[in-house]
């Protein structure tokens, strides 16, 4: 029992984070370590698709940055100002000259990355909102690698709360009073069958 309550103390820590402390960055061995991670996933048809952009340096950053959108439901913001931005992103592609699409696998590296990036006191935001053409031009992407998703990590700099989901039924993540980010979260009744 004691290692299932250490995956879900890790899945209950593991939340989507969108204000980093720009001040701390991460190694690239680390980088490479999460990465390493997927090496251990689940494949459909075993073909293991999947590749990674590790975009690092601070001007990659910036040059990758306004290819992404930011949190839908906050309506007024445009992302994380100046000092708040990640230090890091793997950019999650699919090698089009092996297959056309990966089935489950892109969630389940995600999953493992973040896992493992909690674990590690880091945090991320998957991002699958962004500009594809801006974003292969920002860092060079080889045409043969197709953008899936975006991971941006970096060291927490807000606070994020589960909550459950109130009698409106109403999903969506907000902040409350304090500036903390509330995510609502369905309890295990209404999830079973």
């Known amino acids: 029992m004691d290692k299932f309550l250490l995956v879900k103390e890790l899945l209950e820590r593991d939340r ?32 293991q698709p999947l590749r990674y952009r590790i975009v690092s340096s601070a001007d990659e950053c910036a040059r990758l940055f306004p290819s992404l959108a930011w949190a839908g439901y906050y309506k007024d913001w445009a992302g ?27 969630g389940l590296h995600l999953q493992a990355i973040t896992l493992g990036a909690t674990a590690l006191g880091l945090s991320g935001c998957i991002i699958k909102a962004f500009n594809k053409a801006k974003l292969v031009d920002a860092i060079g992407l080889p045409e043969r690698y197709k953008p899936l998703y975006v991971l941006a990590l970096g060291y927490a700099a807000e606070e994020v709360k589960l909550v459950g989901i109130g009698e409106d039924g109403d999903y969506k993540y907000y902040r409350d009073a304090d500036d903390a980010q509330c995510v ?10």
């Open 184 to 193: 609502p979260k369905r309890p295990l009744s209404d999830i079973l069958i």
């Open 80 to 106: 994380p100002a100046e000092g708040e931005r990640p230090t890091a992103y793997l950019v999650q592609c699919i090698d089009t000259e092996l297959a056309a699409d990966c089935l489950c696998d892109d």
């Open 16 to 47: 989507s984070v969108r204000r980093f402390d720009a001040s701390r960055g991460i190694g690239a061995d680390v980088l490479k370590n999460l990465v390493g991670l997927t090496c251990l996933c689940a494949s459909g048809r075993n073909l």
